[in-house]
């Protein structure tokens, strides 16, 4: 007798198909995200809400599902894509190209059981009702029930608000899975047989753990959805006509570890970086508009995860196409990035060390000799495209900017990986940091430097498709592909390939690489020296506005408190004298506390200020000086008897005051060295371990024969002279500079003023690059206007000789005032006259006057000398002593004229055997006094270019003369501005 049986299929096949398929829930997420594509999905969501029992729920506006495509289809299990007929309706695809399919086995649906037990789901069809469904997917895991005996409540409805209503009949019928339903007593009996088995059997082996049927149906009893929970999504807003909602309650661990609420140690760190690493790169951010590649897809869908915290949405993952991107990678300075054909071989292009060195598709790489490319219907590869973008590790050896260095290394944290995507979508675990698919880290650790790819600086993917890489197939449980023959060869190629291009182009062995890095490093050390010398002049800039505006309001009310004190004190006996002398001590301890340092090159903003505060100190100082002067004065009247004692006290008064500021300045010294010595000692304590960190791998792979003893041994000797000459950097100066410190020579002030000198220094170059020509224009003026003076006085003659004709003598007195001019600029002529002879004061006057005729009738200025200055003469050439005097005129006439002075003048006097230039105008104010000869210092308004008073102390070095600001009062001849000029051979008569 022959029977013919059906299998029997136990409800824990659902369970084993579904959760116990799926490696982790960030991958049953993708799963769901995938199912939503192949639905015509745009957008996808997940969203994770904080209540005190937390919620999940995804969402995605896809063509949704009807009644009957629930019951016909979702609740059968194994409804493959190809037999997916539905999606030929163009109204499902809501205008979006014809998709290939993800899903291929009719169970990425089942992992939903990853996120939660209890599920919600809730679809709408356009011009169709809700449909709505309650599974509890823990009573699929009673090993002694069939799977018909468990029966999914299902309902439809028109309005949403009708879902709450529905609600409560949808518990209570899940519930008949555990309880029953007296209608039909089989069911009934099954099921409370069932149960109490698998109740039995669980107690059995844990006795502490509650029944599994009272755990099942408390969860039931105590879910709660609410429609707060639903706002979220599209279709419930009524943005959208259709898509599906799957609201799962008793979530995942995975998905608790996102909420706020959670306590954060170091499990739920890294379940949070594994889940943004899973999710983060969903759909293919290196698609390039412009870009020729295979299977490059943009798969015109967006994707996010929100945790809700008090109706309050914050994002954890988002589409990071805006972060990472094709454009963005393509700035770093290293780039492979081509096709591969169906033999393997890979036509691109690269850019090492910041530049494309081929392009389109120069560059060629072909498969290891030893590689047989399958070709067979069920072993082919198929062609597929690679992009990868890095940088270099340590910034020294790098072509990038700083900004652009820091950028990259900031992305490298959350968006770097070697990614592997199927028309556009992320194909799970590659590029995880616990899968090496591609060998990039274990290569890594055999020879950094020449494998040179590093999974955590690395960007980029490998791209694929499922109609020209068929037999590239996911394992059933969505961790990588079936180890079949074309994904080893895929892999093969794909390694060959990085590897070539490390050799050729960036590894250690490169010989691009040779070439570069010492030019590289020297620019890099350079602009390094730049940055920190930029760096320590803001540092001095800060420091000093910061006292500058702290010290002087202080000044200010100090100079006005004393504003009287000279004139108030009188000193007539020896109590009268030791008030004066505390005073003076007083009054300079306090200005000495005052007093600042390292003024930086540019002041900016707080010039005036700067200004205000050094005239106000030199005001103190004088008003300090009349004081001491009155004490000495008061000295020999009054004879103190015991001056001895008057010393003795001030000696204490000022080693008091000494002993209190060093005191200051060693409690400050003594906690920075402490934390000094601490950091210094750490940072010995890690390079210490560095070596032993990155040689001994090499033992390891000795050990296990991936590298020969030779080899392993020459890796080592690098190791050692990389490390040794980065200790040596870090070290070594630190040493020299307390070696300096140990010789008293201070740092800071070198420090400081080498940078104020380089900023003056670079701001003179660039000034001098804009008059560097006046000499050579001067000649080329020069020589025009000689040969015009001819033209011009051979012309005047011939107007002569026809008669008197009007306006002649307009034009010659015209031309005689540029003949004049034009003389005085042949001085500047950088071939001008070179010849000397004996020049007087008396012919310097009527230069002068004959120079400034018309401004001294015009402004009303007086210039005159004295008899001295007019018998006074020098051997020397004109061309080099007119323009000094002509300068120092000008610049008179200039401050006269603009400071309204009345009676103006400018008078040449001779004192002490030297020249004095003299003017009563406003003067020079203290702070100007030590920048005048500097090139390009100028406080005129308009019309100053500063090189005047600069070539007047050239020109007259040039002869062995000099000049300065008259300091001494001898020299003061009027109340404005005194230069002193000391001739050397000039003969005063």
Known sequence: MIETLAFRTQARTVDHLGREQIADCPTAISELWKNAYDAYARNVSLHIFDDSEPVAAVFDDGHGMSYDDFINRWLVVGTGSKYDKNISDEDDRDGLPSRTKQGQKGIGRLSSANLGPLLLIVSKRKKHDFVAALIDWRIFENPYLVLSDIEVPVTQFSDKVELFQLLPMLFDRLMDNIWGNPADKQRLDRLKLAWEMYDQVTLESNPEVVKPSEDIASTIINARFEERHFEPWQVWSGEREHGTALVVSDINYDLRAQLPSINIDANVKNIREAFFATLSAFTDPYVGAEVSEFNAFDPEFAYEVKRWSRGVSSAIVEDERAAINREITDEMEHVLSGNIDADGVFRGQVKAFGEWRKLGSDYEIYPP??????????????????????????????????????????????????????????????????????????????????????????????????????????????????????????????????????????????????????????????????????????????KFRSRLKKNLPLLKKMFDDTDSVVSNIKIDDECGLDSAQELISELSASLADLRIVGAPAKLGSAEDDYRTFRYIFSEMVN?????????????????????????????????????????????????????????????????????????????????????????????????????????????????????????????????????????????????????????????????????????????????????????????????????????????????????????????????????????????????????????????????RLYPVFVNLVNNSIYWLVNSHTPEPEVYLSVEDDKIIVSDNGPGINPVDQESLFKMFFTRKSSGGRGIGLYLCRVNLMAGGHSIEYAAERKFRCLDGANFVIDFKGADFG
């Open 369 to 542: 000799k030893d590689l047989t490319i399958p070709k067979g219907p069920n072993t082919f590869v198929g062609p597929f495209s690679l992009n990868v973008a890095t940088y270099e590790q340590v910034r020294k050896n790098s072509t990038l900017s700083d900004a652009d260095f820091v950028r990259f290394d900031g992305l490298s944290y959350n968006h770097s990986g070697f990614l592997l995507f199927r028309n556009g979508l992320r194909v799970l675990p590659y590029g995880r940091v616990d899968n090496d698919f591609f060998n990039i880290e274990t290569n890594r650790s055999i020879n950094a430097g020449r494998e040179y790819w590093n999974a955590r600086r690395m960007f980029g993917r490998v791209a694929i498709s499922r109609e020209m890489n068929p037999n590239l197939r996911d394992k059933a449980g969505r961790e990588g592909f079936i180890d079949n023959r074309a994904a080893k060869v895929l892999r093969a190629i794909v390694m060959n390939i990085l590897k070539r291009a490390a050799y050729e182009y960036f590894g250690s062995n490169s010989a691009l690489r040779k070439e570069l890095l010492p030019n590289i490093q020297a620019s890099n050390e350079k602009e390094e020296a730049e940055r920190q010398r930029k760096e320590l002049a803001k540092q001095n800039a800060r």
């Open 623 to 879: 008003r300090i000086r009349a004081l001491e002067e009155k004490r000495a004065t008061a000295i020999e009247t009054v004879n103190p008897s015991k001056p001895d004692e008057i010393v003795q006290k001030q000696l204490n008064s000022h080693a008091s005051r000494l002993q209190a500021r060093l005191r200051a300045w060693r409690k400050s010294i003594d906690a920075l060295q402490g934390s000094e010595r601490d950091r210094v000692a750490a940072l010995f304590n890690e390079r210490n371990k560095a070596f032993h960190q990155e040689a001994m791998p090499l033992v390891d792979q000795v050990r296990l024969g991936r590298i020969g003893l030779d080899d392993a041994l020459e890796q080592m000797k690098r190791i050692q002279a990389k490390l040794d000459r980065e200790n040596e950097d870090t070290f070594q100066s630190y040493l020299d500079a307390l070696e300096v410190m140990s010789e008293n020579i201070n740092i800071e002030l070198i420090a400081r003023q080498g940078t104020a000198d380089n900023i003056a220094l670079r701001d003179d170059l660039n000034r001098l690059n804009q008059v560097a020509q006046l000499g050579v224009t001067v000649e080329i003026l020069g020589h025009e206007l000689s040969s015009n003076e001819r033209m011009v006085r051979e012309g005047i003659r011939q107007i002569r000789q026809v008669g008197n004709v009007p306006g002649t003598n307009l034009v010659v007195e015209g031309f005689e005032a540029l003949s004049q001019q034009l003389e005085f600029l042949s001085p500047l002529k950088v071939s001008g006259s070179r010849t000397r002879r004996q020049i007087t004061g008396k012919e310097i006057q009527d230069y002068l006057v004959g120079f400034f005729d018309a401004v001294m009738r015009n402004r009303d200025v007086r210039i005159h000398c004295s008899d001295a200055f007019r018998i006074f003469s020098i051997y020397e050439q004109p061309s």
